[in-house]
């Protein structure tokens, strides 16, 4: 049976979304091709890492060896070359992150495969891999089908697909294979984790966003929003204009020179809605655009949409939602 596998990435203990989000894409691909979806652990505590993986996937390859517990291309490359030679996949899926980016090209010319990289869609036909990528920033979505070969390997841009378990839960096997780093990994060696800066915020992170763009118009406008923010139970973040100026540092920007987000409450304030911002929030579970241009792009990808100033709106909507607050806890 054909197999495709899927690259776990983690950091410092923890699975993170990219990797459920590209089980989900896999599984429609195997259901579609009756292949069997395996996912790849390599860490420090691997199996225990795998738990939670047994959800998504029926088979879990866990590979645990003290020199993982950090990411290491090299040490990644080694023990995924044995791995995919021994199970002859059809297709391997990795995040495009930094991860990816960084081990990706090493391991396709390691094995002579073809690569296919930051990919939004991709699709098995006629045992042909048919991929989906976007160009010139994310105004032309290019479609193109990939040589022939026996396996393929792909990186997947993060917040393409929506993570969903299969129902009923794929009551997945971890097993475990032996690891092939028999030396210390040099080429690269792991440092630190850089964390923001105290009072710093993972926006990516965030189940509610209230976003501003250039219609907040002057520093001295942010506090309200702010307030507006905290009492929704949301974090502030902007788009590139905003960190231009430096009112907000740049670890608050969506976008794709910012961060890519997908929170459960996308609210935007005065933003154009330019496609280099779209990008980074537009897998939002609801979107709701404020903006007194009715031409303004936001509205084609907003579910709600209010053609009127933002100063009008912010303090209603504030208001509105403490009253329905206190209504709330009178009852």
């Known amino acids: ?3 495709i596998l899927v690259l776990a990435e983690h950091r410092q203990g923890a699975i993170r979304d990219i990797t459920y989000e590209m089980l989900t894409k896999a599984r429609e691909l195997a259901e579609k091709t009756n292949a069997e979806l395996t996912a790849i652990v390599l860490g420090k505590n691997a199996k225990e890492l795998a738990k939670p993986l047994t959800e998504y996937a029926k088979t879990i390859i866990a590979v645990e060896d003290g020199k993982l ?13 044995k791995l995919i030679t021994e199970h002859k996949p059809s297709l391997v899926l990795m995040g495009h992150t930094s991860y990816g980016i960084d081990l990706a090209p090493r391991l396709a010319a390691a094995l002579n495969l073809p690569l296919a990289t930051d990919l939004i869609d991709l699709a ?34 993060q917040a393409t697909f929506t993570a969903k378990k299969p129902e009923p839960p794929a009551d997945g096997q971890i097993t475990e294979a032996p690891s092939q780093l028999t030396e210390e990994i040099v080429e690269k060696r ?16 965030a189940e509610k966003l209230v976003g501003i763009g250039r219609g907040i ?5 942010i506090p309200q929003v702010e307030d507006l923010a ?33 929170p459960k409450l996308y609210l935007a304030l005065g ?11 537009k897998s939002s579970d609801l979107i ?37 607050r206190t209504q709330k806890t009178s009852t």
Not at 69 to 81: D, H, R
Not at 136 to 148: D, F, L, P, S
Not at 271 to 281: C, E, R, T
């Open 217 to 221: 118009k002057d520093h001295a406008n």
């Open 230 to 262: 905290k009492t929704l139970g949301a974090v502030l973040s902007c788009s590139r204009p905003i960190v231009d100026k430096g009112w907000l540092p740049n670890d608050r920007q969506v976008g794709t020179s910012g961060k890519t987000v997908k």
């Open 69 to 81: 517990e950090n990411f290491n291309s090299e040490a990644y490359k080694k023990i995924l070359t």
């Open 288 to 324: 709701i655009a404020v903006n007194k241009d009715p031409e303004a792009p936001i509205f084609s990808f907003a579910d709600y949409g209010i053609v009127e100033d933002l100063f009008k709106i912010v303090p209603s909507l504030k208001n509105k939602v403490n009253e329905l």
């Open 124 to 157: 098995f036909e006629n045992d042909t891999l048919n991929v989906t990528r976007q160009m010139y920033g994310g105004k032309v979505n290019v479609k193109a089908t990939a040589r022939k070969a026996e396996t393929y390997i792909v990186t997947i841009r």
């Open 190 to 205: 792991f440092i630190q984790y850089v964390l923001p800066p105290p009072g710093g915020v993972d926006i990516t992170a």
């Open 1 to 3: 049976m054909a197999k």
């Open 271 to 281: 933003i154009s809605g330019a496609f280099q911002h779209v990008l980074g929030m």
